[in-house]
């Protein structure tokens, strides 16, 4: 009897072949996490932004858990970045379009600079990682 040897191409698990890869996925999940977290806290402002708050927090986790699969493609590092991208600048409607948006009763809101900066590193890596990946 045999034993069945599970090869990289049959595992529904991918592990980056890329170290970068571990970044972006710790820069989803930072983010993603804070997200869910911070919904409790934007319920007291509005349904709605709750309400966006789980979706933007489940949609970096799904795309974490995406990248971690054999569904992967080259081409969702752009929408990762894009994502990201939106993300940062979904921001500035909700809290104001200057630095003002990074402050909370009057000092800065590290919550707010942990998101935006992993989203930031998520966008940046994104494209190099889509740049240094053969089709």
């Given amino acids: 009897m045999g034993v069945n040897q599970t090869t990289q191409s049959d595992s529904l698990i991918q592990w980056p072949s890329n170290p970068v890869g571990y970044v972006a996925i710790l820069m989803a999940l930072i983010t ?7 919904t409790t806290r934007a319920i007291e402002m509005s349904v709605v932004l709750a309400v966006l708050f789980v979706l933007n927090g489940l949609g970096f986790l799904g795309g974490a858990a995406l990248y971690l699969t054999q569904f992967w493609r080259r081409w969702l590092f752009l929408a990762a970045a894009v994502y990201s991208l939106v993300t940062i600048l979904a921001l500035f409607p909700f809290r104001g379009w200057g630095i003002e948006a990074f402050y909370m009763d009057g000092s800065i809101n590290p ?11 998520l966008a940046v890596v994104s494209i190099y990682l889509y ?5």
């Fill in 32 to 38: 993603g996490i804070i997200h869910l977290v911070a």
């Fill in 111 to 121: 919550i707010v600079v942990v998101t935006k900066v992993a989203e930031a590193l």
């Fill in 131 to 135: 740049r240094s990946t053969a089709e």
